[in-house]
């Protein structure tokens, strides 16, 4: 069974930093996990995506978040990061780790999510 462990997220001020991390359970060849990425979902509002990587290095950032976030990977650790910097009130959230990857069929795999909240 394949799982996305996440570490990170808490409670900080606003223009403060968290870093997220997630790690994918089971030993699984590096090229067989695709594109990882990190999504968000504030109350009463729809999920949305943050922040995606390809296992070439290749990043897309929600319009949001450019130039305060940044996502990295460990493709031998087959971890995914999220730096978060400058951070805002309106970046409070639960934030979920997702990965696409080839382990008997192609499936997309979400993490149990991490809470972030951000105090002005």
């Known amino acids: 069974q394949v799982q996305l462990v996440e570490f990170g997220g808490g409670l900080v001020q606003a223009g403060g930093s968290l870093r997220l991390s997630c790690a994918v359970s089971?030993?699984?060849?590096?090229?067989?996990?695709?594109?990882m990425g990190w999504y968000r979902q504030a109350p009463g509002k729809q999920r949305e995506l943050v922040a995606t990587?390809?296992?070439?290095?290749?990043?897309n950032y929600a319009d949001s978040v450019k130039g305060r976030f940044t996502i990295s990977r460990d493709n031998a650790k087959n971890t995914v990061y999220l730096q978060m910097n400058s951070l805002k009130p309106e970046d409070t959230a639960v934030y979920y780790c997702?990965?696409?990857?080839?382990?008997?069929?192609?499936?997309?795999?979400w993490g149990q999510g991490t809470q972030v909240t951000v105090s002005s």
């Open positions: 990587i390809t296992n070439f290095g290749s990043t």
């Open positions: 089971r030993n699984i060849f590096s090229r067989n996990v695709n594109v």
């Open positions: 997702n990965a696409r990857i080839d382990y008997t069929g192609v499936r997309d795999y």
